[in-house]
């Protein structure tokens, strides 16, 4: 099992309580970004274009506790910018450890390694590394060459020194199927826990507009990616939501899901978006028109995304949502191979511009 069963049985509960409760809208992961710096420019990323006076803000570990106690997700995801180079991270994790919160340290790992004796392994803390593909592929993604080695390296000694570690992949139009079926043999031959996936979004200030995946085209090359899985392969996220991405289900957006907490305040309406800030989030979950958004809303920044902040909430709410649910992610848990003599040797999609593809598969 790809996580410890304490930490499934915590997330069980938790869903469970807020059903029984009749809660239609609660949290389950909190996205907390204590800043926006990082040491990359990656060419697909809208996170950093921020002016110098924005990447010098941070975050402090009481505003960072105060959040996940008001949000009261059982889980926590930390992502940025880049993590490390906040000068008190290891205290907002060593807190929220504390408070029995499951942390994921989303990183790039080039910094991993020279500051990992500022953390105790835990079963509530996860290092969860971005790495965007094989060697050749994540160097150019992250626009840095070497940067797979460092990451590769990083995750070696985390895991050596009994951490858990996870693998965060982000998927663009154009990745090779059978180069991601290869990699994902890499990664866990390194002894990590499992892998977590998500196509990109198309984020208006990212440098690279060109590769981004519509829905057709996201369900096209996940299916061919995910189709006959060995099986030595460990995915850390709900199977439904793997089911979804590969298009064998229909999920709508649940933003409310996975809140984001930052330097700005709570952010209207998720990771993703940024249409206002709320002060508290009481006043997050109450003010916005939930309504607006999601593919069915018919906006436009909405149309292609599959991204797992939107849907994997989706697919977890679902699981917890009837016998059928539990049945079906029962299923996907242990019938798993998804045979498909079709999506064997099926060539990676070819690039095309992200403006000429958007009328053909918007509500595809």
Known sequence: MPVPVSQAWTV??????????????????????????????????????????????????????????????????????????????????????????YVYMCTNALLLKEKLHLFKPSKYLSFSVHMDGQREHHDFAVCKEGGYDIALEAIREAVAKGFRV???????????PDSVRAFFDEMMETGVEGMMLSPGYSYDKAPDQKHFLGRARTRSLFNAILSNRKPHWQFNMSPLFLEFLMGK???????????????????????????????????????????????????????????????????????????????????????????????????????????SKAKDEVGV
């Open 12 to 101: 069980a509960t938790y869903v469970l309580k807020q059903k029984l409760a009749g809660r239609k809208r609660y949290p389950l992961v909190l996205m907390l970004e204590p800043l926006f710096r990082c040491n990359l420019a990656c060419a697909g990323c809208g996170k950093i274009q921020y002016p110098a006076h924005i990447l010098k803000q941070e975050l402090t570990p009481e505003e960072c506790f105060a959040a996940a106690e008001e949000c009261g997700a059982p889980t926590i995801a930390i992502p940025g910018g880049e993590p490390l180079l906040h000068p008190r991270t290891h205290e907002i994790v060593a807190g929220l450890v504390e408070r029995k919160k």
């Open 166 to 176: 996870t693998t965060n992949t982000t998927l663009f139009d154009g990745a090779d």
């Open 249 to 355: 289900r229909s999920f709508t957006c649940t933003p409310w899901g996975m809140p984001t907490y930052n330097v700005f305040g709570w952010q209207k309406p998720c990771y993703l978006l940024q249409d206002g800030y709320a002060e508290s989030f009481a006043e997050l979950m109450e003010s916005v028109e939930w309504s607006k958004y999601g593919t069915e809303s018919g906006d436009p920044k909405c149309a292609n995304c599959m991204v797992h902040s939107g849907y994997e909430a989706s697919a977890v709410d679902y699981t917890f949502s009837s016998l059928k649910g539990l049945m079906a992610t029962a299923k996907a848990m242990f019938r798993s191979e998804y045979k498909d003599p079709n999506a064997v040797h099926r060539p990676a999609p070819q690039l095309v511009q992200i403006e």
